[in-house]
């Protein structure tokens, strides 16, 4: 048998049991991952923004870039993870007295819960900034609302139905109607 650095060495020759070898497909575990955080992203972008407004603010779209790639990364550690952990209780089934399988399993999904709770909050904050451009876009109005004179809800005696950002633009137009009064 050979050793490590000779030019016959084997690797396989070090291994008892060819069968306990697992392989981690690493680049489906990424390409996988990557294809969740777009879809994901995706997803809540159009919900809230439209491709116009994309268009015309790049530096929002480039930061949903980098928001993907932080999703990516998240949802890569949780797949390895899981992994990791499916490996890990093969192994104490097969080696049950191994004491430091079973602290290893408990430090995995610790990990797996962690890198969860840092996902869930990831999208939280995706969803927060995404909200937070919704709420800064202009609202057409402009078809809802009848101009005066075309037979309003004010001239039957009933108020004009309006939309309003917030309180601040609400209590404005009450005051301005109680001063046309």
Same mark, same amino acid.
């Given at each position: 048998?050979?050793?490590?650095?000779?030019?016959?060495?084997?690797?396989?020759?070090?291994?008892?049991?060819?069968?306990?070898?697992?392989?981690?497909?690493? $680049?489906?575990?990424?390409? !996988?991952? +990557?294809?969740? *955080? =777009?879809?994901?992203?995706?997803?809540?972008?159009?919900? @809230?923004?439209?491709?116009?407004?994309?268009?015309?603010?790049?530096?929002?779209?480039?930061?949903?870039?980098?928001?993907?790639?932080?999703?990516?990364?998240?949802?890569?550690?949780?797949?390895? $993870?899981?992994?990791?952990? !499916?490996? +890990?209780?093969? *192994? =104490?089934?097969?080696?049950?007295?191994?004491?430091?399988? @079973?602290?290893?399993?408990?430090?995995?999904?610790?990990?797996?819960?962690?890198?969860?709770?840092?996902?869930?909050?990831?999208?939280?904050?995706?969803?927060?900034?995404?909200?937070?451009?919704?709420?800064?876009?202009?609202? !057409?109005?402009?078809?809802?609302?009848?101009?005066?004179?075309?037979?309003?809800?004010?001239?039957?005696?009933?108020?004009?139905?309006?939309?309003?950002?917030?309180?601040?633009?609400?209590?404005?137009?009450?005051?301005?109607?109680?001063?046309?009064?």
């Amino acid at each position: 048998m050979s050793r490590p650095g000779d030019p016959d060495f084997d690797p396989s020759d070090l291994i008892d049991n060819e069968e306990d070898i697992v392989t981690i497909d690493t $680049d489906r575990i990424d390409s !996988d991952s +990557l294809q969740e *955080a =777009i879809d994901l992203v995706e997803n809540l972008k159009d919900i @809230y923004t439209d491709p116009e407004f994309m268009k015309n603010n790049p530096k929002f779209a480039t930061r949903l870039k980098t928001e993907v790639e932080s999703l990516r990364i998240l949802l890569k550690m949780r797949k390895s $993870d899981e992994v990791a952990h !499916d490996i +890990l209780l093969g *192994a =104490i089934s097969k080696n049950s007295s191994n004491a430091s399988l @079973y602290r290893s399993l408990s430090d995995i999904q610790k990990t797996i819960l962690s890198t969860t709770a840092d996902l869930s909050d990831k999208i939280k904050d995706i969803n927060s900034m995404l909200k937070n451009i919704q709420l800064e876009l202009p609202l !057409d109005t402009s078809s809802e609302q009848p101009s005066k004179g075309e037979g309003d809800g004010e001239q039957q005696g009933q108020p004009s139905k309006s939309t309003f950002r917030g309180t601040k633009d609400f209590i404005k137009s009450m005051q301005n109607e109680l001063e046309d009064d």
